[in-house]
């Protein structure tokens, strides 16, 4: 693949996701969060290894860690990005290790969000509102995540491959406007 159709291909690709994202999150009633979304994906340290390992089928991180044995854009945007569970570890003093820490409930509705945006994008056509749960369930066992986000972000899954869009952003509309933690 050349390099102005994998420049082309990696542009398309995340402006695609983040018009998604930011659709999910107007939804969601978190507009701005949307507007502000992945906008680390531009920066050259994350943008041109896209391009460079863009395949148009999957992220370009997967490729570039098959190549480095890491991939440093994605060190780089979960680094910058509180949406990503990822970003959420910290020292704790107490057991010397690095823990996960629980996610503020906005984060985790735009992760919500985002999940359900990349699963739209990636499974085309063959997307059904199970994808995004049956993702998160493959890597469930090797996730290092704070048991109640993982516990709630699994519930909003789950009840969307149940209910459908329509009803879990109402739902999630309604939660926002009624608690602030999980």
Known sequence: MGILTSFCGHLQTVNRHRMQVIRNCARAGILGQGLLHDLSKYSPTEFIPGVLYYQGTRSPNEQERELMGYSQAWMHHKGRNRHHFEY??????????????????????E???DRVAASKIYNGDA?????????????????FIHPETSR???????TLAVR??????????????THEDY
């Open 164 to 177: 459908g869009e329509d009803w879990m952003f109402a739902w999630i509309r309604w939660y926002l406007s």
């Open 152 to 158: 709630f972000l699994e519930r909003l899954l789950r």
């Open 127 to 143: 997307y059904t509102d199970e994808k995004p749960l049956e993702y998160f369930l493959r890597g469930k066992q090797n996730r």
């Open 88 to 109: 959420w570890t910290d020292y704790n003093p107490k057991t010397r290790r690095m823990e996960p820490v629980k996610m503020p409930l906005r984060y985790v509705i």
């Open 111 to 113: 992760m919500f969000c």
